[in-house]
């Protein structure tokens, strides 16, 4: 005799209610329309928080004193010095627990802020002007980094580093990856192999920065 499994009142909404839902597509923090990948970002600067925008909301935002100056747009450059050098006394002034440490400079509180990778997502350091002299004033990027919309990404392995100059977004692109594939307490096999491959692409696109400070 067969048996056929009937479902009970209820039953087929809370399995479709434990299936993960499908990723809503990002859409304009300004005019609400869909957005594909790879879309540009606005910083707002009063949240420190990033906003997505359309090709056309975000060239409004590139006239000077548009919104009063709170959202500004993410560049697209990025740069490498592969002249810069991190001794092993300076990194762990830092007190960084991971391998990769970006930077940032706040305009509105006038200062360096560093900030890592971490289960929990970007976790901020404190930092002061020595220990940003101390790590990063010896490189040329220091010198081009624009204030809230950039960022200068140190990555430190085998007791060789390499510092880029990169739009603030791709940081926390980064910081996102590693917060979905952290395992442990050092992140993991697969946080580290999502790393390399991170910073294989950033090779792969990045230009030299020569001591000049010209790309």
Not at 24 to 47: I, K, N, S, T, Y
Not at 74 to 80: A, E, G, K, N, Q
Not at 169 to 186: I, K, N, P, S, T
């Amino acid at each position: 005799m067969s048996v056929r499994q009937i479902d009970r009142p209820g039953t087929a909404l809370l399995r479709r209610l434990r299936e993960p839902a499908p990723p809503q597509p990002e859409a304009c923090a300004f005019c609400g329309q869909r957005l594909p990948g790879g879309h540009r970002h606005l910083v707002d600067v009063e949240e420190r928080s990033l906003a997505c925008a359309c090709t056309a909301c975000g060239l409004l935002f590139h006239q000077d004193g548009a919104a009063g100056g709170r959202y500004r747009p993410v560049p697209d450059r990025y740069l490498v010095d592969p002249e810069h050098r991190v001794t092993d006394a300076v990194w762990d002034s830092l007190r960084i627990p991971v391998s990769t440490v970006f930077f940032l400079r706040n305009a509105a509180q006038g200062r360096p802020i560093a900030l890592y990778p971490s289960p929990a997502g970007a976790t901020e350091s404190e930092l002061d002007e020595d220990d940003w002299q101390a790590v990063l004033g010896g490189s040329p990027l220091a010198a081009l980094l624009e204030p809230d919309v950039e960022a200068l990404l140190l990555r430190r392995s085998d007791g060789h580093n390499r510092a880029y100059l990169v739009p603030v977004d791709a940081c926390y692109e980064l910081v996102g990856r590693m917060r979905l594939h952290w395992q442990g307490f050092d992140g993991g096999a697969e946080a580290r192999a999502e790393l390399d491959a991170y910073f294989d692409r950033l090779d792969a696109r990045a230009r030299p920065c020569t001591t000049g400070g010209a790309p």
